[in-house]
């Protein structure tokens, strides 16, 4: 876009690329009109990882690690400009 956008199509911008971003597995931590924070990974269960590592003599450990790796949390920001183009940030 060249000419400024007006607060209409900033907030439908933000809402279409939200919602590609949802479908691509991202989850909407916070949101505004004129940005969000959008959330893909989780937590890992550490205490219950630990109890089936000891249980196991430490076979376990391997998936543990392998959860942690692939669950780790990512976080993306993004931020609709005046002239309605959507900007991220990785964080």
Not at 21 to 41: F, I, N, P
Not at 48 to 67: D, E, F, Q, R, Y
Request: glycine letters at 8%; charged letters at 20%; proline letters at 1%.
């Amino acid at each position: 876009m060249s000419e400024l956008a007006t607060p209409e199509q900033r907030k439908r911008a933000m809402a279409q690329a939200i919602q590609t971003d949802v479908v691509a597995g991202w989850r909407v931590e916070s949101q505004t009109d004129e940005s969000a924070v959008l959330v893909k990974g989780g937590v890992t269960n550490h205490t219950l990882h630990l109890i089936l590592t000891l249980i196991s003599c430490g076979a376990w450990g391997l998936v543990w690690l392998i959860m942690v790796l692939v669950n780790r949390r990512q976080t993306v920001m993004l931020r609709v400009d005046d002239f309605g183009n959507i900007l991220r940030t990785q964080g």
